[in-house]
């Protein structure tokens, strides 16, 4: 184990604290930052966040702040962890009360609609320069409520620059939480943004009673859809066989902790989104991120129907039973051509 460092994470909800329980697990001086003032105070009193984590002690070497120039001050690194909605607001709020160059690592999976941009690139458009010194991105089947329990869990550090994604996997690597590193920094985004589609979907099909044979196809096709619009934004189809891909796909559509496949569930046993999404209480990120992937599929051309189909669900009202069944009916195709396809934008990509 390294030396201890300071480091702060902003976003106070279940994966922040669960990351800051990993950091201080490993001897670091943690400061979780949250932009609510009783939530600081309830986290330096008893030790818990219990709206998001209940039940679950914390370190006293995880201090609350609300207040982020406090919470930055003298640090090395700065972990974002707050829903993707609120990145690029946060981020240039750091611009603004940041001092010193930082190791800046994000732990959020979406896509912005309407820029189609991924998070790294939110950040970059966001902070100086001056102040981006390494950017990393930690990504993989994580869920927060076993990570507190320090149940085996496997991850992946990404960076373009090497050297950042062995530090970010030194810092947080220990007996329960494996790190692995990356230089795929694009594909490990698109797989931890999209998946979440896909486990929306997933869960509409569970709550329509589809059973396992459409999971199993849906995860499957997923797959391929996230690979392809991956590969043509310049990813390696590698990744998608890792941790950030299928390994990420299979625990957010099979698991009852995923928010997104609960979402999901709910919609394929007739709740209307506004009431799935109030009754849930904490953000589902598929939903925005479905709109931004449909968005970016029809400027690009890229075929996406089962993101297409889950995004005329949630914004044309059309019920799910008619998407699958549309689904269902699409013109026939070769698996093995489809494939070969993607393997081909990734060759395309890389002779440019």
């Known amino acids: 184990m390294g030396k201890s460092q300071r480091v702060a ?26 932009h609510n003032k ?42 974002f962890a707050v829903p993707t909605k609120a990145m690029r607001e946060v981020a240039e709020q750091v611009n603004k009360v940041c001092h010193g160059s930082k190791t800046i690592v994000h732990v959020s999976k979406g896509i912005e609609p309407d820029t189609h941009l991924r998070i790294s690139e939110i950040i970059k458009q966001s902070l100086s320069e001056t102040i981006l010194k ?3 991105v930690l990504s993989g089947p994580s869920h927060a409520e076993e990570v507190v329990l320090r149940h085996p869990t496997t991850v992946t550090a990404a960076s373009d620059q090497i050297q950042a994604a062995e530090m970010v996997q030194d810092l947080f690597m220990n007996q329960h939480f494996r790190v692995y590193t990356n230089l795929d920094v694009v594909g490990v985004e698109i797989g ?17 009673g589809y059973g396992d044979n459409a999971k199993a196809a849906l995860i499957t096709r997923g797959l391929a ?61 598929g939903v925005r991120t479905t709109k931004a992937a449909f968005q970016l599929a029809q400027k690009l051309d890229v075929s996406m129907p089962i993101t297409e189909a889950l995004f005329h669900v949630l914004f044309n009202d059309v019920s799910p039973k008619e998407a699958v069944d549309q689904l269902m009916s699409r013109v026939k195709t070769n698996e093995m051509e489809d494939l070969v396809n993607i393997l081909g934008e990734h060759h395309q990509t890389e002779s440019k």
Request: proline share 1%; with cysteine; aromatic share 4%.
């Open 134 to 136: 390494d950017l990393v």
């Open 38 to 79: 009783v939530q600081a105070d309830v986290i330096n009193e008893t030790h818990r966040n219990e709206r998001y984590l209940p039940n679950v002690e914390l370190s006293s070497s995880i201090k609350g702040f609300y207040q982020l120039d406090k919470a930055i001050e003298n640090t090395e690194i700065i972990v």
């Open 225 to 285: 859809e996230m690979a392809r619009l991956g590969t043509t934004l310049g990813a390696n189809p590698l990744t998608f066989s890792g941790l950030t891909g299928i390994g990420d796909l299979i625990v957010t559509c099979t698991s009852v902790h995923s928010r997104n496949w609960r979402a999901g569930n709910l919609l394929g046993k007739g709740k209307k989104l506004d009431e799935v999404l109030e009754s849930m209480g904490m953000v589902v990120e």
């Open 9 to 34: 994470i902003l976003g106070a909800g279940s994966w922040g604290t669960a990351l800051a329980l990993v950091l201080a697990d490993n001897g670091h001086d943690v400061r979780l930052w949250t």
């Open 192 to 208: 931890g943004a999209l998946k979440n589609i896909i486990a929306l979907a997933a869960g509409i099909t569970d709550g329509l």
